[in-house]
Nanobody, 127 residues
Framework: QVQLVESGGGLVQAGGSLRLSCAAS????????MGWFRQAPGKEREFVAA????????YYAASVKGRFTISGDNAKNTVYLQMNSLKPQDTAVYYC????????????????????WGQGTQVTVSS
């Protein structure tokens, strides 16, 4: 069992920055690929970014590539999402999630494949 707790959300003006954190407890953090997803009001939850267990590979949605950076610190059991050049359309509840590999495969973009989820943190970007 893994517990995930997000923090760092808030209200920011367009063009500003925020850093989200996701602290994990429970089983070995380094065994999991980690992802960030978001859900805007009236919309379905969507993939934002993901990082491999080793941290050597990262993946981004086209809408955030070049503005957001995902990173992890295995010593602190924490994954981060640095968000720069924020836009009003980035307003959403942001969730982190953890996925164990199955038969060696990780489905980074597929939220149904993630095993554990945090409770979410609200990010609001004003224009």
């Amino acid at each position: 069992q893994v517990q995930l707790v997000e923090s760092g959300g808030g209200l920011v003006q367009a063009g500003g920055s925020l850093r989200l954190s996701c602290a994990a407890s429970g089983r070995t953090f380094s065994s999991y690929a980690m992802g960030w997803f978001r859900q805007a009001p009236g919309k379905e939850r969507e993939f934002v970014a993901a990082i491999s267990q080793s941290g050597g590979s990262t993946y981004y949605a086209a809408s955030v590539k070049g503005r957001f950076t995902i990173s992890g610190d295995n010593a602190k059991n924490t994954v981060y999402l640095q968000m720069n050049s924020l836009k009003p359309q980035d307003t959403a509840v942001y969730y982190c999630a953890a996925q164990l590999p199955r038969l060696g495969a990780i489905y980074y973009y597929t939220q149904a494949r993630y095993d554990y989820w945090g409770q979410g943190t609200q990010v609001t970007v004003s224009s």
